[in-house]
Each structure stands twice: as C-alpha cells, then as structure tokens.
C-alpha cells in the first residue's frame, strides 16, 4: 500500500522558515517524480514545485521562486520542501505526490498525502 506522509507545517510569522517533509513508502521512491501542491480557503489546489526521480531537474510556481527549495533523498524515500521568507499568501495546506511516469507542474500525479497546515501571519 503507497502512502504518502507530510510533516513540518505550523504557524509561523510572516519572514520565517519551515521545511516540509513527505515520507514514503509502499512504493520504489528512487523510480517516481514528485510534487509538492498547496491549496488555500477557497481556492483550487496549486502546484509549488516539482522534482524527477533523480533529483536533477526542478520546477518552481513563479510565486515561490527564490524562496522555495524542493529536493529529495532518495535513501530515506523522503522529498522536502524548504520554505524561506514566508508570507501570509502562502498559508495553505500543503500537499505532495508521486507518479512513476508523469513529471512537471501540471502533471498528473497518481499518489497524494493527506496534507499539512501551513499558517503565515503577517
């Protein structure tokens, strides 16, 4: 059974940090692409960055560039997200996914988590 688990979220003041973290399992993590997605009250689920298999192609939302990292070690089946210089426009749940076969922002991914809060005051 693939699950996929995020952590790291919490309630932070506008300018700080966090790094998300999606676990994995159930699944061979060194073949899949991953995303991280976030989706706010009231609005549709947006995609903030994207990582291959490997590592070694990225793709950022234009919204998050520079502020946003997205990596992965594939040794402990685990993707990050590294969130500097946070603002209150990014309060959301964030979630990831995985799929075997489709890589990029506006893929479609097969597998997803159940979500983490991420809450920026200002």
């Known amino acids: 059974q693939v699950q996929l688990v995020e952590s790291g979220g919490g309630l932070v003041q506008a300018g700080d940090s966090l790094r998300l973290s999606c676990a994995t399992s159930?699944?061979?993590?060194?073949?899949?692409?991953m995303g991280w997605f976030r989706q706010a009250p009231g609005k549709e689920r947006e995609p903030v960055a994207a990582?291959?298999?490997?590592?070694?192609?990225?793709d950022y939302t234009d919204s998050v560039k520079g502020r946003f990292t997205i990596s992965r070690d594939n040794a402990k089946n685990t993707m990050y997200l590294q969130m500097n210089s946070l603002k209150s426009e990014d309060t959301a749940v964030y979630y990831c996914?995985?799929?075997?076969?489709?890589?990029?922002?506006?893929?479609?991914?097969?597998?997803w988590g159940q979500g983490t809060q991420v809450t920026v005051s200002s």
């Open positions: 159930g699944l061979t993590f060194s073949y899949y692409n």
């Open positions: 996914a995985a799929d075997n076969y489709n890589y990029g922002l506006r893929a479609l991914y097969d597998y």
């Open positions: 990582i291959n298999w490997s590592g070694g192609n990225t």
